[in-house]
């Protein structure tokens, strides 16, 4: 996505606009423009001139975003592209606004109202009163001159904005005042002083520049609030480091970190900042990763670890090699990440914008209507001016173009800080809407590296005397479960002995000889050939396979020494973090590619709905698009068979420590590693929405309401009519109260299931209506097709979902039917049905 600047906006009007004019380019895929950031991110083939000159044709300015933003970590100004330039302006604008205001209203209100002193010169001189006010107001206009250019701007291009119906109240208040007073001075000079009076009430001089200078007092507010959406996002920038000390032909040398290339040697000491990505290769610390992934423990590093940019180094020193610099660091990626989400557009958001494109020109039309209409029903000029007036400035296209932007860049920069990075503000809206959450078991349910579980000797034996004779034997292979046993044995502060004639048998086991002795492990079937196995032990055996481990048997010249259980276990906080997806009225599915004892063991452990087992890579994008068709369906996973999955799903979310291929497949992306990130990132996501929807409401209501009093509606029935100042006053605030609304959802707290409703899962009272069956002869997706087709015919069966790499077909029935029927139904397709549960 290429991103642009663009300036001269001031309300949703505008972005409609620029929107519409860069989508008709030719070689433009998809534009979307942010109100909230002045930005504008463009897909597609069109050059940067084509796209440029379509916003100049619009009435706007563009330019290509600034390189140092893209990379910041390398680039010392890249804060200042999110730097707040348009607060310091607007509070100077208002500053002088209001000292001038001030003297104003003093002659026209205070003076008429209140009777307070003026010079002497002034009093009975109406005319020099008018003229004062005249030359006040003109002075408070210059200083707003902005809004009158930018107005008058865009109804010449057709494209009228909020700037202009500041521009048409005001300029319409002045120019009425400016005849009331050549009309005032013919009435002086005929000797009317009535008639001076008369006019002498027909001023809205003071009208006109409260208008400008109340409409600048939100403007400045707005900004101030719209400042503080980005924090997040300019607190990562800031944590780019700006040097590092680099090892060159063995001196130390600190260079800025744009000379910082891939491969290049540099050292960190306690305390300082890791400048770019890269790997250790001497010494070992803890480095506090908080910056990256909100986690405040700090994790431990050694020799061959990963370390990443703007992490700290807290106690020991370390030498390291580069691997990533630039805009590949982690952090470069993560502000990338955070600036594309607020560079893109919420759905939500196409209905504010369908409304803000044709607001304006509806505004200035029912203004005109009203002031015609109340001058045929016979009120006065001036009394029909104010209530036009009064609906052009009360009107706020502002409120609904920031609704759905403040809160999308305030809740992706609350998940930043916690480690959550949502890619765009699509995934942001959409994660809050699953209904279906489907977990990879390897990495993202389980810790995906085996660990020792059970240490079971055998009679006369100790699991002292069992561990060290599996070390032992263990310390030579190769076989990813050996390095289970090696963990724990390490744990355990043995030493391992030196073993001779080491055999690996592959499929069966290992054999070697240990001071004298000799050693054997493996499974049951190899260990039978070895020593005598009790039906004790087999039992123990058969009760650690039903719970999904993997049972090691050891001997020990010739006899049973014990039995050591390995197994992927379940992570920490996999159980709870189920139960609260659960709580939020998910339906949680497990897919692994494991057989399914062992699956099933695993889905108990973590509280699953559902399992699905003997899955492919393939097999499980097609579970995906099944499972699509019951809801909205969001798919974690870590690995690189899980990418065709992710990119199936509606939510793809891929844990932060997995593969490159699973981050860049996936809508969200999870720092921590951490399975109670999920339910966290979804909670996210629906107070987000809540609040754009109460932005929208506020946004719809407000001009609602507001349009009508101001139009004099209700005068007739109880003598409602609103002056135009107290009208800009609202408008003012409207915008301010929007953006601080989204402010709120800093506050929200992502972890706290405590909030969650209480929802029952549609999926769980299904599941009380589903059978699985167990079919055998099932080769490819032609298969898979023939038995869903005959399965579906039947009047009861409202889905069926088949694998046949699994062999299975999970079947929902709207009714009872019997197994026979459904046995007879899939055999008479030349298939076997070995079971239906």
């Not at 963990?487 to 240990?514: C, H, I, Q, W, Y």
């Not at 719809?700 to 135009?724: D, E, Q, R, S, T």
């Not at 409202?798 to 139904?825: F, N, Q, Y």
Request: charged share 20%; aromatic share 6%; hydrophobic share 45%.
């Amino acid at each position: 996505m290429e991103q642009y600047e663009v300036t001269g906006m001031s309300c949703a009007a505008c972005s409609a606009r620029v929107e519409k004019a860069v989508s008709k380019v030719p070689g433009v895929e998809s534009c979307s423009v942010s109100l909230l950031t002045n930005s504008m991110g463009v897909e597609g083939s069109a050059s940067h001139q084509e796209i440029i000159a379509a916003v100049e044709a619009a009435g706007y300015g563009a330019a290509a975003k600034a390189a140092a933003v893209k990379n910041a970590p390398t680039a010392a100004p890249a804060g200042d592209a999110l730097k707040d330039r348009e607060t310091p302006i607007l509070k100077r604008r208002l500053y002088y606004s209001l000292g001038f205001l001030i003297v104003l209203m003093y002659f026209s209100m205070g003076h008429m109202m209140w009777n307070w002193p003026v010079p002497a010169f002034f009093e009975n001189n109406h005319v020099a009163m008018g003229l004062l006010q005249l030359v006040l107001t003109a002075i408070v206009m210059v200083i707003n001159q902005k809004f009158f250019i930018s107005g008058f701007k865009g109804l010449i291009h057709k494209a009228p904005n909020m700037d202009t119906l500041v521009a048409l109240g005001s300029g319409a208040s002045f120019v009425y005042s400016l005849y009331a007073l050549f009309a005032m001075t013919g009435a002086q000079a005929a000797g009317d002083m009535d008639g001076v009076m008369a006019y002498m009430h027909e001023f809205y001089f003071e009208s006109a520049a409260m208008i400008l200078t109340l409409i600048t007092v939100g403007k400045m507010l707005e900004a101030r609030s719209k400042g503080k959406t980005t924090d997040a996002l300019k607190s990562l920038m800031k944590l780019a480091p700006k040097t590092a000390t680099l090892l060159v032909n063995g001196v130390e040398t600190e260079v800025s970190i744009e000379q910082v290339k891939k491969d290049d040697i540099f050292v960190v000491r306690p305390g300082e900042n890791i400048p770019v990505d890269g790997i250790v290769l001497e010494g070992s610390s803890a480095v506090n990763e908080s910056a990256l992934t909100g986690e405040s423990i700090p994790v431990d590093k050694n020799a061959g670890d990963q370390v990443s940019a703007a992490t700290v180094n807290q106690s020991g020193f370390m030498k390291c090699r580069a691997s990533r610099v630039g805009e590949d660091t982690t952090l470069s990626q993560i502000i990338q990440m955070v600036s594309d989400a607020a560079a893109t557009k919420a759905p939500i958001a196409k209905v504010a914008d369908k409304v803000s494109g044709v607001f304006v020109p509806a505004v200035i039309a029912i203004s005109a209507v009203t002031i015609v209409g109340w001058l045929i029903a016979g009120q006065t000029v001036g009394f029909a001016l104010a209530r036009g007036i009064s609906v052009l400035v009360i009107s706020c296209p502002c409120a609904l173009g920031l609704a759905t932007p403040v809160a999308i860049m305030v809740g992706n920069g609350m998940g930043a800080k916690h480690g959550i990075m949502f890619k765009t503000a699509v995934s942001l809206e959409e994660a809050g809407k699953t209904e279906i959450v489907a977990l990879d078991k390897t990495g993202t349910i389980t810790s995906g590296e085996p660990r020792v579980t059970d240490v079971v000797p055998a009679s006369g034996n100790t699991e002292t005397d069992l561990l060290k004779s599996a070390f032992a034997l263990e310390k030579k292979s190769e076989h990813p479960l050996a390095r289970a046993v090696l963990l724990r044995a390490e744990e355990e502060g043995m030493e391992a002995g030196e073993v001779t004639d080491f055999k690996a048998l592959p499929g069966n086991g290992l054999s070697a000889v240990l001071n004298g002795a000799s050693l054997a492990g493996g499974n049951l079937s190899f260990i039978s050939t070895q020593c005598e196995v009790t039906n004790e032990m087999k039992t123990a055996s058969e009760r650690l396979a039903e719970e999904g481990k993997t049972p090691l048997f050891f001997s020990k010249d010739g006899k049973l020494i014990g039995i050591i259980a390995v197994a992927d276990t379940v992570k920490e906080d996999s159980p709870q973090a189920v139960k609260e997806l659960q709580n939020m009225g998910i339906h949680v599915v497990m897919l692994t590619g494991d057989n399914e004892r062992t699956a099933k063991a695993v889905g108990r452990q973590a509280g699953v709905d559902e399992v699905i087992a003997g899955v492919l890579p393939d097999g499980k994008e097609s579970v995906i698009r099944s499972l699509k068709k019951k809801g909205k369906v969001a798919m974690v996973g870590d690995g690189i068979n899980d990418a065709p999955a992710l990119t199936r799903a509606d939510i793809g979310i891929a844990i932060g420590a997995g593969t490159d291929i699973a981050i860049d497949a996936a809508d969200v992306v999870l720092m921590k590693s951490r399975l109670s990130d999920v339910p966290a990132a979804i909670r996210l996501s629906r107070s987000t929405l809540k609040n754009i929807h109460e932005n929208l409401f506020w946004a719809f209501f407000y001009n609602a309401v507001g349009i009508p009093l101001a139009a004099g509606l209700w005068y007739p029935l109880f003598g409602w009519k609103l002056n135009p100042m107290f009208g800009a006053a609202a408008m003012s605030l409207s915008s301010f109260c929007v953006v601080t609304n989204a402010l709120r959802l800093n506050f929200f707290k992502l972890y706290d299931a405590g909030r969650d409703r209480k929802i029952k899962s549609k999926r769980k009272e299904e599941k009380m209506m589903e059978k699985t069956m167990t079919i055998e002869g099932m080769m490819c997706g032609h298969c898979e097709a023939r038995v869903k087709k005959c399965l579906e015919g039947l009047p009861e069966v409202t889905e069926a979902i088949v694998s046949h790499e699994a062999g299975t077909a999970v079947v929902t029935l709207s009714a009872p039917v019997g197994d026979d029927v459904l046995k007879k139904t899939v055999e008479d397709q030349d298939y076997k049905v070995v079971s239906v549960r």
